[in-house]
């Protein structure tokens, strides 16, 4: 790939030469302090009392108030923004005498968050985006090709479905109608909220693919942490499989039904949790399954449940052992409804196959962190990202920083400050490189 960073100077070969030396020394470095402010300060919007966590839903008028503080920030360094039609915002930075045509170098993430949120998800990646060219702009240094930084929209997918929805929309994966008719949780759709919030832009679907993309986020999980080492260089990430269950029995009353002759909703629902446990367990590392969501009618402590709806979440790093898990969780569904007598019904939420990240971006990563002199180690996602989306159409890569205690989807998530920095330097000089790339 010739990763080799180029730069430009502003005044002449003494000064590029001086540039390019900071550069592969890795002596620039991005403001630690000022990434925390902007962290701290988005976190405030959609703020939960009592925690530094977030709530900002999808097109709610928290994610508007967020949307206009990031966009704001890219405002000011003087970016070019486009909007497209699922809300997606790109802010460009161009500075003088780079090629307008040429394909950006990109980074970025979300800044939705799940219900009960933290200030790190998402928003590290896109907050890191624009400390890299604040601090490329402030110290004159031009790289060989225009940057990006992206939020996409309803990366968490919590209140409508398939998440990672604006990714998938901009690299050309889901039709625009088709997103903008998805109906949440709460019965609102995707076109009307984006209309009502103001998120709808001109720019077109699909966008352009970039010449590169590489993300920076939180692990949201153990390993970087037990393992001891400063940063993950992120080779893929598993496929995912989200499935709706309904199950159908029969309301009655809990005292005078007798066992053997109920069509209990509730069991039922109970017998497919702890099968899909049983099934991760059997397949072993790295199977995981969760049943994360149960709604019983009518949800009362004497009544028998008519009804039960649950989901299923299926992951696997290896798609043919998570096409076979799929098919013993509908094995299982026939199996239970025959002998408990009751009716399932099943819907696809989210299917995506698992992604293999470009070799050469993830070798770079890798590179520039030893390059500044931190450890890391190489692992697959467990969570989706827009980087998974973004890699059908360019060289993708992902960078992790550990996450305290695994803990993530929760107001206590917490990255140690020098990680977050870390991360960030990583970011810099990897897109520096990157935008040196033929």
């Not at 703020?47 to 890219?74: C, E, N, P, Q």
Request: charged residues 20%; contains cysteine.
């Amino acid at each position: 790939m010739g990763c080799r960073a180029g730069l430009r100077g502003h005044q002449g070969s003494k000064e590029e030469e001086q540039l390019t030396s900071i550069v592969e020394t890795g002596r620039l470095r991005i403001d630690g302090q000022r990434l925390l402010d902007r962290l701290s300060a988005l976190s405030r919007v959609g703020g939960i009392a009592g925690t530094t966590g977030s709530s900002r839903l999808a097109f709610t008028d928290a994610d508007r108030a967020g949307r206009r503080l990031v966009t704001g920030w890219m405002e000011d360094l003087g970016l070019q923004l486009s909007v497209d039609g699922i809300g997606n915002v790109v802010g460009l930075w161009l500075p003088p005498g780079i090629d307008p045509a040429a394909p950006p170098v990109m980074t970025g993430s979300h800044i939705d968050t799940v219900g009960t949120g933290g200030r790190y998800d998402g928003n590290l990646g896109v907050l890191a985006g624009l400390e890299v060219i604040e601090t490329l702009a402030a110290e004159g240094v031009t790289p060989a090709r225009p940057l990006a930084v992206a939020f996409f929209s309803n990366e968490e997918g919590s209140r409508f479905q398939p998440d990672m929805m604006g990714s998938l929309v901009y690299v050309g994966g889901m039709a625009l109608e088709e997103a903008h008719a998805v109906e949440g949780i709460d019965g609102a759709t995707v076109g009307a909220e984006l209309a009502r919030i103001g998120g709808r832009g001109p720019s077109p679907c699909p966008g352009p693919a970039p010449h590169r993309f590489v993300e920076l986020h939180i692990e949201q999980g153990p390993v970087l942490e037990e393992a001891g080492v400063g940063l993950g260089v992120v080779e893929g990430v598993q496929g995912i499989s989200w499935t709706e269950v309904v199950v159908e029995g029969q309301s009655n009353h809990a005292g005078t039904t007798p066992m053997g002759l109920r069509r209990d909703a509730g069991y039922v629902a109970a017998e497919i949790t702890t099968f899909v446990r049983r099934l991760a367990l059997e397949f072993g590392h790295p199977q995981v399954a969760t049943v994360g969501a149960i709604d019983l009618h009518p949800n009362l402590i004497n009544v028998v449940a008519a009804t039960a709806k649950l989901t299923v979440d299926l992951r696997n790093t290896d798609n043919d052992r998570l096409l076979e898990a799929e098919r013993q969780l509908a094995r299982e569904l026939d199996a239970v409804a025959d002998r408990e007598g009751v009716s399932i019904t099943t819907r696809t939420l989210t299917r995506f196959d698992p992604v293999v990240f470009d070799p050469e971006v993830v070798d770079l990563v890798e590179a520039t962190a030893h390059r500044l002199g931190i450890t890391t180690m190489r692992l697959p996602s467990g969570a989706g990202h827009d980087a998974q989306m973004l890699a059908r159409v360019c060289p993708t890569a992902m960078v992790f920083t550990p996450s305290e205690n695994g803990i993530s989807h929760n107001p206590a998530e917490h990255t140690d400050p020098a990680d977050l920095e870390a991360g960030a330097n990583v970011l810099l000089h990897t897109m520096l490189a990157l935008a040196a790339a033929d």
